[in-house]
């Protein structure tokens, strides 16, 4: 029953996460290669972001350089301005190793205090030495 169960929620959540199409961020050097960032749920593109429920971002890549630490940046660009957003720093398994894939995981809530707009997301993970180690934009639209 409980493999059963667990073969279940395997299949659900293939299905709610969805590989979304990203675009690079302008004049940002990066250490490494994104490959995919996965938006859940997100049934369709661009991924709604409703209010009050946690929406979980995870991205696969091969960083250039090591590093010990990480830090995430997250902005909204609203008006062609960045606001800063505050998230979680996210995780990752362990310090990252020049030419291993990794995956990132981060979860964003979505506070009911949000406006009701499209935006575009910008989103960062930074090295020890405050280097991108990736950057992405994705366009979202905040719901009720
Ligand atoms: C969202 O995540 C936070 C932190 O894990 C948790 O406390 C909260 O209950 C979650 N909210 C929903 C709506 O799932």
Redesign the pocket.
């Known amino acids: 029953m409980i493999k059963y169960l667990t073969i279940l929620v395997i299949a659900v959540s293939s299905i709610s996460a969805v590989s979304v199409k990203f675009s690079g961020c302008r004049s940002h050097g990066v250490h490494g290669t994104l490959t995919t960032v996965d938006v859940e749920p997100c049934p369709a593109e661009p991924c709604a972001l409703p209010h ?3 929406i979980t971002l995870r991205a696969t890549f091969t960083p250039s350089v090591d590093s010990n630490t990480f830090k995430s940046s997250v902005h909204g660009i609203i008006l062609g301005l960045p606001v800063p957003y505050g998230v979680p720093h996210g995780s990752l398994s362990g310090p990252i190793v020049s030419g291993q894939e990794v995956t990132y995981t981060n ?1 964003l ?1 979505v506070s009911p205090a949000y406006p009701k707009i499209r935006l575009n997301v910008e989103w960062e993970v930074l090295d020890d030495h405050h280097r991108d180690l990736f950057c992405f934009i994705i366009p979202v639209h905040i719901t009720s």
Request: hydrophobic share 0%; proline share 0%; glycine share 20%.
């Open positions: 009050g429920k946690n979860t809530y």
